[in-house]
């Protein structure tokens, strides 16, 4: 059997963090919220959907421990000015440019210290 595409990805988060979850990744980085189905929504966290349908499962894991290395991809338009927008509020971005041809790109990290990489193709 092969894999078609990837559905979500889960990146982990502490309990009770919902509103700084939906500040960041709606606010700043303009993700639609899901909502959770029922039998999901108890367990704390956020679903956020991008374009194409793309998911990020924040969920609640106890006791927290923040990516540091594990991360997911995001394709992104308009790479410069998620930049902007993200060191203005005060998120430090790692350009690595010359690592992965055929690709912009960067390394931030979401409020909860999980490292996030963005891209944009070049072609």
Not at 33 to 58: N, Q, S, T, Y
Not at 92 to 108: K, Y
Request: proline share 7%.
């Amino acid at each position: 059997m092969l894999i078609r595409m990837i559905h979500h990805v889960q990146i982990a988060c502490p309990r009770g963090t919902e509103d700084v979850l939906r500040s960041f990744y709606s606010g700043l980085l303009g993700l639609a919220e899901k909502p959770k189905p029922a039998a999901l929504a108890g367990r704390g966290g956020c679903w956020f959907v991008g374009h194409d349908g793309i998911e990020l499962h924040l969920g609640v894991e106890e006791p927290f421990v923040p990516a540091r290395k594990a991360h997911p991809g995001l394709i992104w338009r308009d790479l410069d000015s998620l930049a902007a927008r993200l060191t203005a509020v005060g998120h430090e971005v790692t350009w690595a440019n010359d690592e992965l041809p055929g690709f912009r790109r960067f390394h931030a990290f979401d409020p909860h210290g999980n490292r996030l990489e963005f891209l944009e193709p070049t072609a």
